[in-house]
């Protein structure tokens, strides 16, 4: 298809559309064709309509999550801390859940849909007779089709309407229609909270298997207030929702060490200058990440990146190269070391200690030498080398044949091909379009393609791949 002509767009969809593909760094057009790809695609990955509801508690009614990713919708509600619905949504995805969100109206007059879609990963959705989200009967797929449903902010009305069963707006259709478990962030003002109708819509609630968190006590928004009614912290939500949602048989990678490298290394030039590259670290960041939730021990070596540390990750910030070779060494042994740093190929020899002075009619020498390969380093170990040494090899040219020769060239197990060819928009976007080579493959096997995935879906499908192996590992041995 040459070209591709969309008509008849509304102006929220143009947006969130070029919200997205600026996200992604890809044109509207091509940002089109992989949400069409990604459309297509879809129907063969969705696992069958779920079973019917039967009596099993809500919290055992789980669905196996889509490429160890689960499906959370966020249903904001109308209160002043709908606001912290929005950051939410971040601590989610950071945490591997794939959001998509639905605003009560009232929502809509704290926080707009078009800011929910922009942080989501798919839009806002809002009414009950939007033809978007009801040309299939829309309230019962986003009930079914998610692994779970978090109410954040659950206001006090929002919570008798769901012990009452309403079902007259899209929210209150969701969460009756849902068989998935429900996590609820009750906010309010301290006397409504105690107000008896409220405990009495609280106890319904728990005896209908909701599961709660907070509310917390504190200052209220009303001036000089204060009491129980905080809606709970964004971090404790989502901590709360992944715990729900990934028991601990999701735990594939428990008792396995986990090494991860991240993010790109700065090789200084003098006291305020570097030498660098573009990497953000997202990769590195989302397999420690999925590591850590597969129930591994991960230690994440990272160089200078503007990302938050992932939960339940041991992290060690570095700069250079030398630093992360040296971090790297102090924590072997481990199982799996997984490098997905980007370090710079060479470092200043002659690195001034002071601040290099700008002089006219010269220009400074820099002398680059080589920096340590870490990667190479590790794979040649004959003590305490990882069971299992991943690289990762972004190549602009050649793809398969390069990464083959890098494979064999610095003695690791697996490499991790990403294309990072201009356009591909991998370097600093969320994507990543992967290829998986291992050392056992036969010379004329055909290589292990990945469709386009986030670099969330990357890190969870490298971490079942990782698990399987080290499984059949121990089975051997
Ligand atoms: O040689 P190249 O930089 O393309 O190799 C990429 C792989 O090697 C990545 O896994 C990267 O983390 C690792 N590497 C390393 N130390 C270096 C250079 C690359 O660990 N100095």
Redesign the pocket.
Known sequence: MASLTVRKLDDEIKAALKLRAARSGRSVEDEVRVILREAAETPAQRPAAPEPMESVPRNQRLRPAENGRPRVTLIIGGGIAAYKALDLIRRLKDRGCHVGCVMTRAAQQFVTPLTASALADEPCYTDLFDSRSEFDAGHIRLARDSDMIVVAPATADLMAKMAQGHADDLATAILLATNRPVLIAPAMNPMMWTNSATRRNVAQLERDGIAFIGPNSGEMAEAGEAGVGRMAEPAEIAARADAILRPPQARILSGIRVLV?AGPTHEPIDPVRYIANRSSGKQGFAIAAAAARAGADVTLISGPVDLDDPANVHIIHVES?RDMLDNVQKALPVDVAV???A?A?WRVANAGAQKIKKTQGSLPQLELTE?????ATVSKLTVNRPKLVI????ETENLIANARS?LAR?GCDWIVANDVSPGSGVMGGDRNTVHLITRDDPPDHAPDVWPVMTKEDVAATLVARIAGAVKKDVSRS
């Open positions: 490298t190269a490098f997905a740093a370090v190929d920096n340590p390969d870490i990667l690289g990762f090899a972004a890098k610095k």
